[in-house]
């Protein structure tokens, strides 16, 4: 196979890492909407847990995001 | 309209070629460049774009800190200064308790580099400087190496006891403690690849929807263009937060090896 072939797809595969991250993502933000509409006294206060865990989600899945680019063009 | 989007993708795909680069090109924005060369023997300690940047940042964060706080009454940036301190100091209070206030410059410090490169890094035309491991690397080793010493240092070989949580029934340790151990050793480079990726990713993403806004032309551009300007603002979440996220895992890791029985 050809290298410039075999990087493409490479790439496209290491994306797909992205769909884990999205799905993260959704998870932590709709529990916490969950979470809030039930108590939204104590909602307030659980924000920064909320990015918190917004921040390690999207890191797994940019760690695939950087692998298919350090693939394509380093 | 397709035709017209064609004629403009080759025309601007042809001008480039002609000028030797591609119009998508997110890679060359973290090249490094000399701008003083500085030789020393066999050293090479040249200003690079990077650490003009960096020193920029932290130029920024001196002239913030040290500059604003003057008044009983703050002024607006000096509400800016206020409340960066207050949360990393709350944060250390929170985290590390009454012990930790000794670690706060240290954290602060970091947060403040952390977050100043971040952000000077979305200027247009700047170079971010944490957008390259060796930065995040060196970042995260001071964390984890400082923070292995001082658990060693105040608690000898019961430091140790980190891997092996209480509450734990016996038949389930030789499971759990050579996980711990390989979580443990894993901190550096899940905080150092943590921030590069974020911002590495967020960066060519930038450059990439640009290249299209690009492409597009007048016609179409305006589709992309409305895509930049959101992803932009959330690289600047994303820039703030990862800044925040550094800091509260060194107040944790700090926290690990101040008091092992969590």
């Known amino acids: 196979m050809d290298v410039e072939a075999a990087r493409m797809i490479g790439a496209g595969i290491a994306a797909i890492a992205l769909g884990g991250a999205g799905v993260g993502i959704g998870h932590i933000f709709g529990n916490y909407l969950v979470g809030a509409l039930r108590n939204p006294a104590a909602a307030a206060a659980q924000r920064g847990t909320l990015f918190l865990g917004f921040a390690f989600a999207e890191a797994t899945g940019l760690i695939g995001f950087a692998v298919a680019m350090l693939i394509l063009f380093g | 309209m397709a035709t017209t989007a064609a004629e403009a993708v080759s025309g601007t795909e042809a001008a480039a070629a002609a000028e030797g680069h591609k119009v998508i090109d997110p890679i060359h924005q973290f090249e490094i460049e000399r701008i003083i060369p500085i030789r020393i023997g066999d050293l090479d300690l040249s200003l690079t774009n990077s650490g003009l940047w960096a020193l920029i940042a932290v130029g920024a964060v001196c002239l913030l800190m040290l500059t604003a706080p003057t008044r009983l009454i703050p002024t607006r940036l000096q509400s800016v200064a206020e409340s960066l ?70 608690h000898g070989a019961g430091y140790m006891r980190l891997f092996m949580p209480a509450g734990v029934p016996a038949p389930l340790l030789p499971f759990v403690v050579p996980i711990e151990i390989i979580s443990y050793f894993i901190r550096p480079f899940s905080l150092s690849i943590r921030l590069f990726a974020n911002m590495m990713a967020g960066h060519m993403m930038l450059k990439v929807i640009a290249g299209f806004v690009i492409m597009l032309g007048v016609l179409a551009g305006w589709l992309p263009l409305m895509a930049l300007v959101a992803i932009y603002a959330l690289e600047l979440l994303v820039a703030v937060l990862q800044a925040y996220v550094f800091a509260l895992l060194t107040c944790l890791y700090l926290n690990d090896a101040l008091h092992v029985d969590h």
Request: no cysteine.
């Open chain 2, 85 to 154: 301190y207050e949360l990393v100091f709350g944060m250390t209070q929170e985290v590390l308790g009454a012990q930790g206030r000794g670690y706060f410059p240290f954290v602060f410090t970091l947060f403040a580099f952390i977050l100043a490169a971040n952000l000077l890094g979305l200027i247009p035309g700047a170079f971010t400087v944490t957008s390259h491991i060796i930065i995040t690397l060196a970042l995260a080793l001071i964390v984890f190496i400082g923070a292995t010493v001082i658990g060693f240092i105040k």
